[in-house]
């Protein structure tokens, strides 16, 4: 509902395809902020100035991102940031911008962005696509979210299984009520369990999706004490390989709700993984979050024929 509200109200002010371009930023912040919020991370003063002259009298707080001061705190200094960015600051952005586009066409050459190469790429190497690549109108958001699983799921150096994802990424799809995505995340998980040795040292067993999802479930009032009796209960269970415990572990606080990541959780999991070994799995969950968003806003865009008004 919120959505549908948004986007009819946005129909007043942009056009069809500045109003897609907008979902798709919404987006790609989707990434950001989950990452962001998982790995617990602190915003810079000044930003958080920044954003406080921004949302004064909203009630905003940077939380748990902040740096130890609440927006009243910060009244002080709010003064110098109310005029927002000068020329000065808008015209240096332009001196990254070469950099940026070497960036992008370094990290995106000889990938597909046409909708049925895309679908044949991924199909190709994953056994399948993602439906939300058919709604996208545009080759260049395409062929970012096709880079983003090469190098998440498709390249060899990862340290998880793309079953583990493909498994996380049904049951997170399953706690947000996003059947299309479940689909979609089910379909990559049978096919890679189908590509994966079957016998004694099988890693995972076929119902992981469900077992996550009734794991979530079960441990919905643990309380303060959730991590470590998931933890516990993780390794207790003979279905769950060991060194794929911290992995899940991180992926259950971070999707379940409420939210169960907090500093305390994350030391333990530091602890237990790498740190590319999390930021993988965060970044994937990030991915997650940005497919979610963007298949919100086309379920609702295609059920509401644009009107301008």
Not at 2 to 14: H, K, L, N, P, Q
Not at 186 to 196: D, M, P, R, S, V
Not at 213 to 239: H, I
Not at 274 to 297: N, T
Request: include cysteine.
């Amino acid at each position: 509902m919120g959505v549908e509200i948004a986007v009819r109200e946005m129909m007043t002010y942009f056009s069809q395809t500045d109003i897609e371009w907008h979902a798709l930023a919404v987006g790609a912040m989707g990434y950001l902020n989950a990452v962001n919020d998982i790995l617990v991370t602190d915003l810079e003063e000044g930003m958080v100035h920044e954003v406080a002259a921004l949302l004064e009298g909203t009630g905003w707080s940077p939380g748990q991102h902040g740096v130890g001061k609440s927006v009243d705190e910060l009244q002080e200094v709010q003064k110098d940031f109310r005029g927002g960015h000068g020329w000065k600051t808008k015209l240096e952005l332009l001196w990254h911008a070469p950099s940026a586009l070497v960036y992008e066409v370094r990290h995106t050459w000889g990938l597909p962005g046409e909708k049925t190469a895309v679908r044949e790429y991924l199909t190709g190497r994953l056994g399948g696509s993602l439906s939300v690549l058919d709604d996208v109108s545009f080759s260049k958001p395409r062929k970012t979210i096709v880079m983003i699983f090469r190098d998440h799921i498709i390249a060899d150096d990862c340290t998880f299984s793309r079953s583990l994802k493909f498994a996380v990424g049904e049951a997170y799809a399953f706690w947000v009520s996003n059947e299309k995505l479940e689909q979609d995340m089910h379909a990559l998980y049978i096919y890679e369990k189908g590509t994966e040795m079957v016998g004694d040292d099988l890693a995972m067993t076929n119902d992981l999706p469900d077992y996550l999802k009734q794991l979530s479930r079960s441990t919905a009032d643990f309380g303060t004490e959730w991590g470590e009796k998931v933890l516990a209960m993780l390794r207790g269970d003979k279905k769950v390989d060991e060194r794929e415990i911290p992995a899940l572990l991180l992926c259950l606080s971070a999707m379940s709700q409420p939210l169960r990541n907090s500093v305390d959780i994350v030391k333990t999991i530091s602890e237990l993984l790498p740190a590319s070994g999390i930021m993988e799995i965060v970044s994937w969950i990030g991915v997650l979050v940005m497919l979610h968003r963007m298949m919100a806003y086309y379920a609702v865009a295609k059920e509401m024929p644009y009107t301008a008004s």
